[in-house]
Nanobody, 127 residues
Framework: QLQLVESGGELVQPGGSLRLSCAAS????????IGWFRQAPGKEREGISC????????NYADSVKGRFTISRDNARNTVYLQMNSLKPQDTGVYYC????????????????????WGQGTQVTVSS
């Protein structure tokens, strides 16, 4: 069974930065498209970004475009989400997910397209 573990979430002030990590256990991430999602209290899970297996394609939700950057280090078996200029509306639980077949287009990811999920990491943006 695929296991994904997110880390890096914490309380940060508006305008601050965080880097989230998505690490794999028991399998190699290099064979999977990885997506990042977030879920705010009382809201549906939202696709933020995803990255292709080779890392040459990625996409972003309009709400994070220009502020967040997704990257992958297959040698470390880890995918990252660098988040800059954080806003209170970025608050939520952030999840990573994996899929071996998804084609990465310009459209941000949909949760239904991903079969393996981590447990999430809490990001709180507040002064």
């Amino acid at each position: 069974q695929l296991q994904l573990v997110e880390s890096g979430g914490e309380l940060v002030q508006p305008g601050g930065s965080l880097r989230l990590s998505c690490a794999a256990s028991g399998f190699s991430l290099e064979h999977y498209v990885i997506g990042w999602f977030r879920q705010a209290p009382g809201k549906e899970r939202e696709g933020i970004s995803c990255i292709s297996i080779s890392g040459d394609k990625s996409n972003y939700a309009d709400s994070v475009k220009g502020r967040f950057t997704i990257s992958r280090d297959n040698a470390r078996n880890t995918v990252y989400l660098q988040m800059n200029s954080l806003k209170p509306q970025d608050t939520g639980v952030y999840y990573c997910a994996a899929d071996p077949y998804l084609e990465v287009t310009d459209t941000p990811p949909f949760p239904i397209d991903f079969g393996s999920w981590g447990q999430g990491t809490q990001v709180t943006v507040s002064s």
